[in-house]
């Protein structure tokens, strides 16, 4: 499964694991940051260094905010303060692809919430706009209500206003 990475300065991408993990710089072990985790992981800065580099020298900017989407639809949005220890585990300790949490778990350790380490994460966006900054981090289902259920809904709900 790929990993579509949606960045307001450097631009949508459609990546692999293995496109993802070259970004990322040297790997490490999980339990180096996460006692108790396994597998190979990646910085998730050194990560978004490398690939927004590769995307357009010269730019330099660091995003405000991280936001991931797993295949689930659970999601966090977390601050980019947040993330200086961060990791994206992508392969079991053998270099296979991960078990549990495939195709990347994402890992915060010193964050707000154990709840912020998403498994199966699909999507990264990466967001700049100085007034989410101090936003605390969130993290839950998304929040979809589809047209049938919308139909649904008895008339006397429907109609309030
Ligand atoms: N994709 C996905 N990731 C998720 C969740 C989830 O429901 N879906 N739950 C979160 C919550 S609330 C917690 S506490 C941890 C639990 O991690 P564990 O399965 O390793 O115990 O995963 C987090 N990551
Ligand atoms: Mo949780």
């Given amino acids: ?43 998730v800065k050194t990560w978004h260094r490398n690939w927004s580099a590769a995307r357009l020298a010269g730019q330099d900017r660091e995003p405000v905010r991280l936001q991931v989407e797993a295949a689930d639809e659970f999601q966090a949005s977390i601050p980019w303060g947040e993330l200086d220890k961060a990791l994206l585990l992508y392969a079991q ?3 296979s692809p ?28 990466l967001l700049y706009d100085e007034s989410v900054r101090e936003q605390e981090a969130t993290y839950g289902f998304k929040n979809t209500v589809s047209l049938d259920e919308l139909k649904r809904k008895p008339q006397s709900l429907a109609n309030i206003n």
């Fill in 93 to 95: 300790a053998d270099g």
């Fill in 98 to 125: 991960l078990v549990k949490g495939h195709p990347l778990r994402l890992y915060v350790p010193g964050g707000s919430s154990e709840c912020l380490n998403v498994k199966s994460v699909v999507a990264l966006r």
């Fill in 1 to 43: 499964m790929n990993i579509r990475v949606y960045d307001e300065i450097y631009g949508e991408a459609l990546l692999t694991v293995e496109e993802m993990a070259a970004a990322g710089g040297d790997s490490f072990d999980a339990a180096d940051r996460v006692p108790g985790a396994a597998g190979r992981a990646f910085d």
